[in-house]
């Protein structure tokens, strides 16, 4: 007779506010093993490594083998049963947090779905496995590996954005990334559509280029840096992605009216 093999993870619940794990585990089923129906208060994934059997919910049966993942909601009534012959062997996580509503709405598992086939996501599950039990904080390991689940989800989501997301995402690339030494072209690449297409979803958006509103951006950064932070005209050219001051100088005075020396005694004065 086969043996019901259990490892149950011992978890803190640290309270967190995005995501917030609870438990934690791996089970190598018996033939038939069952559990339900029955609810729980937390969100609860269970990925297959291997064997089968499936799941119900509201009358629908669902069949599952290696690779598919299943989503418990809280206060969902379910029941969920290892096949007979070839028993299931699954990783599960359970947790709550603010976030995971979003999350869920942006991956395969929007408006209600509890199932998904994810071989992808099996990197995940075997690392939780092999690891977990060496943390000294396996919650915030935990936290990781789900931010790591839906990250990938998301990924596989056949979602067509729209011009104003992609217009969105340009511009929240160019705030964090000014001081380097990006490119128009690189950033078009980046979001995945063509550089003329690119340039006129974006001035559409914004009234700009993206060409001047990266400029504009790098300037109106370097003009807190000399004012607020008390940098050189060289440091706070440098600090916004321009090697040539001398280049800067003639970009700042061209959109301030004044040169940045200048600018910044005027500031001081003032």
């Not at 033939?31 to 064997?51: C, T």
């Not at 599960?92 to 509503?101: P, Q």
């Amino acid at each position: 007779m086969a043996e019901q093999h259990v490892i149950d993870i011992s978890i803190l619940n640290q309270h967190f506010q995005d995501i917030n794990p609870l438990t934690c585990g791996w089970e190598d089923c018996i033939p038939g093993h069952s559990y339900g129906p029955a609810a729980r208060e937390y969100y609860l994934i269970h990925f297959i490594l291997s064997g089968k059997g499936f799941l119900e919910r509201g009358g629908v049966r669902d069949d599952l083998g290696p690779g598919s993942l299943f989503l418990i909601r809280p206060e969902e009534l379910t029941f969920y049963q290892a096949d007979h012959q070839e028993p299931w062997r699954y990783v599960w996580i359970g947790f709550t947090g603010n976030r995971i509503a979003g999350l869920l709405e942006k991956s395969p598992l929007s408006k209600g779905r509890s199932t998904v086939f994810a071989p992808y996501l099996s990197g995940i599950f075997e690392k939780i496995r092999a690891e977990v039990e060496d943390q000294q904080a396996p919650e915030l390991f935990l936290c990781a590996r789900i931010f790591e689940l839906f990250a990938l989800l998301q990924r596989e989501t056949v979602t067509q954005p729209g011009s104003d997301a992609y217009v969105l995402r340009a511009a929240d690339y160019m705030k964090a990334n000014y001081a380097r030494p990006i490119s128009i072209g690189g950033i078009a690449r980046l979001i995945g559509i063509d550089r003329r297409y690119f340039g006129r979803i974006f001035a559409r958006s914004t009234g700009q280029t993206p060409k001047q509103y990266l400029i504009n951006l790098r300037l109106d950064r370097a003009a807190f840096y000399l004012v607020s932070r008390g940098y050189t005209v060289g440091e706070a050219a440098r600090s916004v992605g321009y090697d040539d001051v001398f280049n800067f100088s003639k970009m700042f005075k061209r959109r301030f009216g004044i040169a940045p020396q200048f600018y910044k005694k005027s500031s001081v004065r003032s």
